[in-house]
């Protein structure tokens, strides 16, 4: 069964700092594919950054960067020069896909609260 | 303009009383999926769909039904709602992960109470 742990329901962090919001995850499927989302206050959701299972470099978009390692199945999500924008709910994603099935399951969130 | 579009966005409704939350998206892709959302527990799969005629349970789905008759459209029926589906409610699309990132769309969210 495919799991996605979040540890932290909150995280606070100054503005121009980084922060690393943490993700774990389990699964045996052999492909799979993780994803960032943020969810503001206005609820929606916005896609952040993904990474593939395959994938050998870690992703960067911009000030997100993904810190996958494989074999600890951890896939933490970097922020840095955190602006006042950034406070929001953060959601760790996986989707696996085997044969017959394609599920794609989210953590329960970490919070994240920039001060000036 | 790409989008999944949800309707309604907000209802109050009763016990009992069956209701529909549309969803369609105009971005051809293959794959949908209802999830909801409620404090504390992130958001929780509760179908998805792979292409037409395809669906399958996630990890909710009881008191749900769906179908996918066409591409665009992946509607969420609840025959006799209950307060414990009082939540907020995200219908997303993408492409099948085998073409594909597998990024999911969302569309804007539902938020239903059943008094």
């Known amino acids: 069964a495919q799991k996605i742990t979040q540890t932290q329901p909150g995280m606070f962090v100054q503005e121009k700092e980084a922060v690393t919001l943490d993700c774990t995850y389990d699964?045996?499927?052999?492909?799979?594919?993780l994803f960032w989302y943020k969810q503001p206050s206005s609820g929606e959701m916005i896609f952040l950054i993904y990474?593939?299972?395959?994938?050998?470099q870690n992703a960067t978009e911009g000030r997100y960067s993904l810190n996958f390692q494989k074999a600890r199945k951890s896939a933490n999500l970097v922020i840095s020069a955190s602006q006042l924008g950034d406070s929001a709910m953060y959601f760790c994603?996986?989707?696996?896909?085997?044969?017959?099935?394609?599920?794609?399951?989210f953590g329960t969130g970490t919070r994240l609260q920039v001060f000036p | 303009e790409a989008q999944v579009t949800q309707n309604p966005r907000y209802l109050i409704t009763v016990t009992g009383k069956k209701l529909t939350v549309t969803c369609s998206q105009n971005?051809?892709?293959?794959?949908m999926s209802w999830y909801r959302q409620d404090p504390g527990l992130g958001l929780r799969q509760i179908y998805y769909?792979?292409?037409?005629?395809?669906?399958d349970k996630g990890d909710v789905p009881e008191g749900y039904k769906v179908s996918r008759k066409e591409k665009r459209n992946f509607p969420l029926i609840l025959e006799s709602p209950s307060p414990n589906q009082t939540s907020l409610y995200f219908c997303?699309?993408?492409?099948?992960?085998?073409?594909?990132?597998?990024?999911?769309?969302f569309g804007e969210g539902s938020r239903l109470t059943v008094l």
């Open positions: 994603a996986m989707r696996g896909f085997s044969y017959n099935t394609d599920k794609l399951i």
């Open positions: 997303a699309s993408s492409l099948s992960l085998a073409s594909n990132t597998g990024e999911l769309f």
């Open positions: 990474q593939g299972s395959y994938d050998e």
């Open positions: 769909s792979m292409n037409v005629e395809v669906t």
């Open positions: 971005m051809n892709h293959e794959y």
């Open positions: 699964t045996s499927d052999q492909s799979y594919g």
